[in-house]
């Protein structure tokens, strides 16, 4: 065993220094691969053992003197076919690739699987290598883009952006994005002679910090920038149209009040008989309908012309410290004869030492009259008509109820828009232009208030509104949300809810109440 084991070790170094300088010849590169160096040990350390082995075994076949000649031929032949086979076999195998390998098989796939154009730069913005897999469509238009040919492609006033965007990378950005455009090399038809490209820069940097490479992926947006562009043009459009629409009404607003003076200040004048009994009464009922026509019609050109003042901005509110319960008295005065005419009852409660309000008088009370002027309006004979006025955390709290017709859910989100109405132009039996309801909002909006509706068909209708008790949403225009719990009038049920603003408690405190 000792001289075995000896014969072994020598066998290892011997192929070891003849292994190796045979491999390097064998490899055409002049390298030894330690994959082909271990299998000759091997081999080397089983033809050593075969050496006794087989001689042996001959030797009860035939003479010594035969079988030891033979048994040595036969290992060292075993040991050369099996080598050079084996390692033969062994280089047609892959061998493992080192990771630089692995990274720049990594890098070339991107380049050619990516979206778009794929540029890879220098750190000074000059490009080494083209990729992509839109390569061939954006080269159909460009030239080509190596070197500096990309820069001298981007339109002059752009080339300060690309600029800035490599020299954000130098100073330590990973990643930036900016909009350019590119010339064509060749203009056909009705093509641009820029494209509008998106370029995102991804840096590459050394292990300590530098940049060595940046990646620049490139994808077309003209189409989304020509729905920009778009967008943009029709939204100056709209809002010149809206400009001359704002206009024009108060243009015509002012124009119209002029004429109207003058019929209103003579019907008044006829109908008080200054000059002269009239003959009969047909003319003056006549002389009364010209007189209540051009009442109305004054009342139309004032509220388009608040309207137009409101959506130019040129509304002012005037604040000063009234009396709510004034204003309703005021509001009752006005509008209870004609509510009575029409068999209907108008009631007000309001909270007991509620307090003067700060706000603009004549917008308060042009709210009021034209929401208690629509319950009129819509509420048929024998109805009611409520106006609650209550101080709740801070806002003043103004509910306008009726018993009137009502209206239908799919009907309330468009409420308030100008010269909306409840019915349609066939079926309407009520007059008027739907613009009370657009200018109640717009002035509670302007005191920073909120207005909210609740209605059911056929069960009445509910309008509150809150403002500010002490003027300071006039600054703040803040939105503030309204719960509406509505218990009165008794009609009112199931009813459905627009909100704007913040859930808020009913009226507290005592209320006290009093008929028109």
């Known amino acids: 065993?000792?001289?075995?084991?000896?014969?072994?070790?020598?066998?290892?170094?011997?192929?070891?220094?003849?292994?190796?300088?045979?491999?390097?010849?064998?490899?055409?590169?002049?390298?030894?691969?330690?994959?082909?160096?271990?299998?000759?040990?091997?081999?080397?350390?089983?033809?050593?053992?075969?050496?006794?082995?087989?001689?042996?075994?001959?030797?009860?076949?035939?003479?010594?003197?035969?079988?030891?000649?033979?048994?040595?031929?036969?290992?060292?032949?075993?040991?050369?076919?099996?080598?050079?086979?084996?390692?033969?076999?062994?280089?047609?195998?892959?061998?493992?690739?080192?990771?630089?390998?692995?990274?720049?098989?990594?890098?070339?796939?991107?380049?050619?699987?990516?979206?778009?154009?794929?540029?890879?730069?220098?750190?000074?913005?000059n490009v080494t290598t083209v990729g992509g897999r839109d390569r061939s469509e954006f080269l159909s238009w460009m030239h080509d883009?190596?070197?500096?040919?990309?820069?001298?492609?981007?339109?002059?006033?752009?080339?300060?952006v690309f600029l800035q965007a490599i020299d954000v990378l130098r100073q330590?950005?990973?990643?930036?994005?900016?909009?350019?455009?590119?010339?064509r090399s060749a203009v056909v038809g009705g093509d641009e002679q820029f494209v509008h490209i998106r370029m995102e820069l991804t840096a590459r940097r050394d292990g300590e910090g530098r940049l060595t490479a940046i990646i620049a992926q490139l994808r077309d947006i003209s189409q989304d920038q020509k729905l920009r562009e778009d967008a943009?043009?029709?939204?100056?459009?709209?809002?010149?149209?809206?400009?001359?629409?704002?206009?024009?009404l108060a243009a015509v607003s002012h124009e119209l009040r002029t004429p109207l003076n003058a019929i209103l200040g003579f019907s008044d004048i006829l109908s008080g008989e200054y000059f002269g009994k009239l003959e009969n009464d047909r003319q003056r009922e006549y002389v009364g309908l010209i007189r209540q026509s051009g009442a109305h019609l004054l009342s139309v050109v004032n509220t388009m012309l608040d309207m137009s003042k409101i959506e130019a901005g040129r509304y002012e509110l005037l604040l000063e410290s009234f009396s709510i319960e004034d204003s309703i008295s005021t509001c009752e005065a006005m509008?209870?004869?004609?509510?009575?005419?029409?068999?209907?009852?108008?009631?007000?409660?309001?909270?007991?030492?509620?307090?003067?309000?700060?706000?603009?008088?004549?917008?308060?009370?042009?709210?009021?009259?034209?929401?208690?002027?629509?319950?009129?309006?819509?509420?048929?004979?024998?109805?009611?008509?409520?106006?609650?006025?209550?101080?709740?955390d801070g806002m003043l709290k103004l509910s306008i109820?009726?018993?009137?017709?009502?209206?239908?859910?799919?009907?309330?989100?468009?409420?308030?828009?100008?010269?909306?109405?409840?019915?349609?132009?066939?079926t309407r039996?009520?007059?008027?232009?739907?613009?009370?309801?657009?200018?109640?909002?717009?002035?509670?909006?302007?005191?920073?208030?909120?207005?909210?509706?609740a209605s059911a068909p056929g069960e009445g209708t509910v309008i509150t509104i809150l403002i500010p008790f002490d003027g300071s949403g006039v600054a703040a225009m803040q939105p503030v949300d309204v719960n509406r719990t509505v218990d009165f009038p008794p009609r009112l049920k199931h009813t459905v809810e627009i909100d704007e603003g913040r859930n808020k408690e009913g009226m507290n405190g005592p209320a006290k109440a009093k008929i028109a």
């Open 429 to 453: 039996r009520y007059a008027g232009t739907g613009l009370g309801l657009s200018l109640v909002k717009g002035l509670v909006g302007l005191h920073g208030g909120s207005f909210s509706i």
């Open 172 to 183: 330590g950005r990973d990643a930036y994005g900016a909009d350019l455009r590119l010339e």
């Open 232 to 248: 943009a043009r029709k939204t100056a459009e709209a809002e010149s149209a809206n400009d001359a629409k704002s206009r024009f």
């Open 335 to 392: 509008l209870g004869l004609q509510a009575k005419e029409k068999g209907l009852t108008l009631t007000s409660r309001i909270q007991r030492g509620l307090g003067d309000i700060v706000a603009d008088q004549r917008a308060l009370q042009q709210i009021l009259i034209n929401l208690v002027g629509n319950a009129i309006k819509f509420t048929d004979t024998g109805g009611a008509i409520t106006i609650d006025a209550a101080l709740t």
């Open 145 to 160: 883009p190596t070197g500096r040919g990309f820069v001298e492609q981007i339109h002059v006033s752009d080339r300060i």
């Open 1 to 125: 065993m000792r001289v075995l084991s000896d014969i072994s070790v020598g066998a290892a170094a011997l192929v070891d220094r003849v292994g190796q300088s045979w491999l390097s010849r064998t490899s055409g590169n002049g390298e030894v691969h330690g994959q082909e160096l271990a299998i000759l040990r091997r081999l080397a350390l089983i033809s050593s053992v075969a050496l006794f082995v087989v001689p042996a075994g001959l030797s009860f076949i035939t003479s010594p003197a035969v079988a030891l000649p033979a048994g040595v031929a036969t290992v060292c032949a075993g040991f050369l076919f099996s080598a050079v086979g084996s390692i033969a076999l062994s280089r047609q195998r892959p061998l493992a690739r080192s990771p630089e390998a692995v990274v720049v098989e990594h890098r070339d796939l991107m380049l050619e699987a990516a979206f778009g154009l794929v540029l890879l730069l220098d750190p000074q913005g």
């Open 401 to 426: 109820g009726d018993t009137g017709i009502g209206i239908a859910s799919e009907r309330l989100a468009s409420l308030g828009q100008p010269f909306v109405q409840i019915q349609n132009d066939y």
